[in-house]
DNA sequence: ATGCCCTATGATATAGGA
């Protein structure tokens, strides 16, 4: 079975790009983030043209995650356990079903703006609300494989953005935020890491100053998982070739392939 | 080569992204 996680940054606006890629790439389960439209805007008809159902969370306007499946889907979860507010809403930032078999969420984590800011604190707060989510699943399904793949918004490690020094006082690498992703190692899941390719191990490229050619990129599209799906595992790739070109995401899908029993 | 920001909105500027 192969799964994949897709920061689309705008599902309406990116939905040619988004059924030649399904086609293309032939995934049976897709996350989805940053859809920017509501749960009534989404585009079912050529996902569904393209052989795919949508399960879908969102208000419009920014944020906004789905699950799409050729395997289906059940148990179908939007939002998190104690999720936080910002500025007075609770973002569809997170859902979750079960597909095929192998437990998956779609997660879209806050950005955080800057450290000290009210939505660095907000994005504090709801990684701890990812992890109780986390430990009520890993309770509610110990023997399922489980996935929790998409855009975490941080890079694990120095090496995962183009360069360190340009990130001094910037989100994305603080010791706090890096600190929630061994949070949710310590409950029990590990990284599912990705080929490198091209020697770049990146899943972003900021459409501003030719950042992609430039090899200015980040690593933050990430996947953690529990024994159960890691051991299935049986290859893991970065598909940059999807950000190339006109009208792409700023996004690479994260491709995992699975040998399901 | 892949080429120098994009998207949605009470839109003709602004906020957010990371």
Redesign the pocket.
């Known amino acids: 079975m192969r799964m994949a996680t897709w ?1 689309v ?6 939905i040619d790009r988004v059924v030649e890629w399904l086609e293309s790439a032939q995934p049976d389960v897709v996350a989805l ?2 859809l ?3 749960d009534e ?1 989404f585009p079912h008809v050529p996902i569904q043209a393209a052989g795919y159902e949508a399960v879908t969370h969102g208000t ?4 906004g995650v789905a699950i799409l499946t050729r395997v289906g889907a059940t148990d179908v979860v939007r939002g998190l356990v104690g999720q936080p507010e910002f ?1 007075g809403a609770a973002e569809p930032r997170a859902i979750g079903a079960t597909c095929n078999g192998v437990r998956v969420w779609s997660l ?7 450290p000290g800011h009210d ?1 660095y604190n907000y994005k504090l707060d709801w990684f701890k609300a990812l992890n109780t989510t986390i430990a009520g699943d890993l309770a509610q399904y110990p023997e399922l494989p489980l996935a929790y793949i998409g ?1 975490y ?1 941080i ?1 694990p490690t120095d090496a995962d953005v183009w360069d360190i020094e340009k990130f001094v006082d ?3 690498v603080t010791a706090a935020e890096r600190a929630a992703l061994t949070d949710i190692q310590e409950l029990g899941l590990t990284e599912v890491m990705p080929r490198s390719l ?1 020697g770049e191990p990146y899943t ?1 490229w ?5 950042s ?3 090899g200015w990129g ?1 690593r ?1 599209d990430l996947v953690y998982a529990n024994q159960a799906f890691t051991s299935l595992v049986s290859d893991a790739y970065v598909d940059r ?1 999807a ?9 690479a899908p994260v491709v995992v392939d699975l040998d399901l029993p």
């Open positions: 920061n940054n705008s599902v309406g606006a990116r983030q940053e920017k439209c509501t805007a419009g306007r920014w944020n500025d879209y984590c806050p950005n955080g703006r800057e939505h855009d918004n890079a910037s989100t994305h091209k972003f900021d459409y501003r100053n030719g992609f050619h430039r980040m933050i070739d950000r190339k070109g006109k009208g792409a995401s700023d996004h």
